[in-house]
């Protein structure tokens, strides 16, 4: 009986084994487990993580008061809580402003591994990234006159500066370098990276068929390397987007969009550029149709989709923070 | 020298003893520092706290879905990271809708002490109060239905309320009687509730004038209990408000007004129920001339700011909750 177990457990290993090499070959990564190689994957050299700067990075990230309304922060549309984004079509911002090209909000968990940011990919990473969406009209509506008077208005602020970046200057691209910190930490190791490491059991049956056909229908042409996304790709390659009427956006001048990330896909709907897909089903099977020209079956879409969870990675532990108190000179919020 | 050393501690003490009798007698009360003893305060017998309600409720508590339009949650305006309020003078809702009486957010942390709940009074209880701003139009929009539909479509959800009421049916009035059991442990003990145990040196000197003018010039007849406030009382009695013209909010039907709490004060600006006040030293000097008659010098209106220091408390720790993830039946956003 035991010689009976312990073959099937080796007939399992001997399946998955070459899923594994497959899963390689196609340019699939994981998330390093040691922490000093991921360290090295996500610090950025000219900026490197540090415990202080993490620890500021993350209040700014909350911090409501950067907006012009007072009302709004990079957690607004990249919630902390519900996989790193806010579950509309089109990102609503100042004013109940919806996105002028009904973008759908990325997710910022991971966005460390993209090899650009925003659809159109014009930023090259998210130091760059954080400037945007604090400055742009329909988001946070500020102007960085506004974030250095907010964040130097606040002793507290201006001692952890001081601790995180000794007398360096407060200046609008240091409290965007110092949220793209943050963010940089915002990475969330998953099931399939246990399983990319070598322990096979971390995906179940159904899910190491997915990944199987996920492999064999083609997607890891666009979905590969740790984020299993976050290049620029053509988008409707095959048949046009059966959305494409909504919003305006053609990605960038060369018609390219940024691939989304698959790592907590389940948690982030609704899908595609425009926010348009509400289900992970329809979103599998539009891609078949219009990148690979292959029809994906309700079977094994459903088996992708089982796969993606071994995409939902684990959070790491924030605690809400606790922001200094306004004083007599901070900015006074303004709804207009 | 040892001696010298000792009786100026003596010294200190015997003149500090009399400000913790006026205090007491003033009827200014500490955040009971023993566990059990606060565990009665702040319970419900109907509802009593559980961790598994707890947790729950600090979930739905920031859960955005809970609105119409996904984007707003209790925390939106009662912002745990800001003192338990938004800054801004008048609640901002959905569609970017101002409250129509232009009302000001007033905190949730230490509400579980008020007699009741709303600037009227007119909610005797927090988990009466968790119901409005959920249905109400400018603030989260939803129905009951809305609120039903959105947990229960979330396993994880209805997981977490089986482990928490066991079969209990989830209703509305259970979805806010569980926010409500969140709230009630949130309670900020403070250097203030040192003193009035009985520790002199938890507050300053210049803490200890603040206090001792705040009680001579009258300030407990409102700002007394627990809270520093928290009942109703009329408003204008002596003098108008100065900024009586914004918003039409005239109190309950007898003119009646709720008394905020001071405890973390310094942290929720602006100030009275229309947020008109910007600064502390305007609110006391204000509070003075209208309430009690009194000119609160500059002086006196600093030492008493001063003492609002020692009632910045100590807010609980807040893991940032992970939500579950939406599925294809969760009630999709309406911005509208």
């Given at each position: 009986?035991?010689?009976?177990?312990?073959?099937?457990?080796?007939?399992?290993?001997?399946?998955?084994?070459?899923?594994?090499?497959?899963?390689?070959?196609?340019?699939?990564?994981?998330?390093?487990?040691?922490?000093?190689?991921?360290?090295?994957?996500?610090?950025?050299?000219?900026?490197?993580?540090?415990?202080?700067?993490?620890?500021?990075?993350?209040?700014?990230?909350?911090?409501?008061r950067?907006?012009?309304?007072?009302?709004?922060?990079?957690?607004?549309?990249?919630?902390?809580?519900?996989?790193?984004?806010?579950?509309?079509?089109?990102?609503?911002?100042?004013?109940?402003?919806?996105?002028?090209?009904?973008?759908?909000?990325?997710?910022?968990?991971?966005?460390?591994?993209?090899?650009?940011?925003?659809?159109?990919?014009?930023?090259?990473?998210?130091?760059?990234?954080?400037?945007?969406?604090i400055?742009?009209?329909?988001?946070?509506?500020?102007?960085?006159?506004?974030?250095?008077?907010?964040?130097?208005?606040?002793?507290?602020?201006?001692?952890?500066?001081?601790?995180?970046?000794?007398?360096?200057?407060?200046?609008?691209?240091?409290?965007?370098?110092?949220?793209?910190?943050?963010?940089?930490?915002?990475?969330?190791?998953?099931?399939?990276d246990k399983?990319?490491?070598?322990?096979e059991?971390?995906?179940?049956?159904?899910?190491?068929?997915?990944l199987?056909?996920?492999?064999?229908?083609?997607?890891?042409?666009?979905h590969?390397?740790?984020?299993?996304?976050?290049?620029?790709?053509?988008?409707g390659?095959?048949?046009?987007?059966?959305?494409?009427h909504?919003?305006?956006?053609?990605?960038?001048?060369?018609?390219?969009?940024?691939?989304?990330t698959?790592r907590?896909?389940?948690?982030?709907?609704?899908?595609?550029?425009?926010?348009?897909?509400?289900?992970?089903?329809?979103?599998?099977?539009?891609?078949?149709?219009?990148?690979?020209?292959?029809?994906?079956?309700?079977?094994?879409?459903?088996?992708?989709?089982?796969?993606?969870?071994?995409?939902?990675?684990?959070?790491?532990?924030?605690?809400?923070?606790?922001?200094?108190?306004?004083?007599?000179?901070?900015?006074?919020?303004?709804?207009?």
């Amino acid at each position: 009986m035991k010689i009976a177990i312990l073959s099937t457990v080796t007939a399992v290993a001997l399946m998955a084994t070459p899923l594994i090499q497959d899963a390689k070959n196609a340019g699939l990564l994981p998330i390093p487990a040691d922490k000093k190689e991921l360290n090295k994957l996500i610090d950025n050299p000219k900026n490197p993580i540090t415990k202080e700067k993490v620890e500021l990075g993350k209040k700014l990230f909350f911090d409501t008061r950067l907006s012009k309304s007072g009302l709004i922060s990079c957690n607004t549309c990249h919630n902390l809580a519900t996989g790193g984004v806010d579950g509309v079509s089109a990102a609503i911002g100042h004013k109940w402003t919806a996105n002028p090209h009904h973008l759908n909000s990325p997710t910022v968990y991971n966005a460390v591994f993209f090899s650009s940011q925003f659809w159109d990919g014009r930023s090259p990473d998210v130091e760059n990234q954080a400037q945007g969406p604090i400055q742009a009209a329909p988001e946070m509506a500020a102007t960085p006159e506004h974030i250095v008077a907010v964040v130097t208005s606040m002793p507290a602020y201006v001692k952890e500066f001081k601790k995180a970046y000794g007398d360096k200057k407060i200046t609008f691209e240091l409290v965007a370098d110092t949220i793209a910190t943050f963010e940089r930490t915002l990475v969330t190791p998953a099931p399939y990276d246990k399983f990319l490491a070598g322990n096979e059991k971390a995906l179940s049956k159904t899910q190491q068929r997915g990944l199987k056909t996920f492999i064999d229908k083609g997607c890891t042409t666009c979905h590969t390397g740790i984020a299993l996304g976050g290049e620029m790709q053509m988008f409707g390659v095959v048949a046009p987007y059966k959305y494409a009427h909504i919003g305006d956006f053609k990605g960038n001048k060369d018609g390219m969009v940024k691939v989304p990330t698959l790592r907590n896909i389940t948690e982030t709907a609704p899908y595609f550029h425009n926010g348009a897909v509400a289900t992970l089903k329809e979103a599998i099977q539009e891609m078949g149709r219009i990148q690979l020209g292959v029809e994906i079956t309700d079977k094994e879409a459903a088996d992708i989709q089982a796969f993606f969870k071994s995409l939902d990675g684990k959070k790491p532990a924030i605690t809400y923070p606790q922001l200094p108190a306004c004083t007599d000179t901070t900015p006074k919020p303004d709804m207009n």
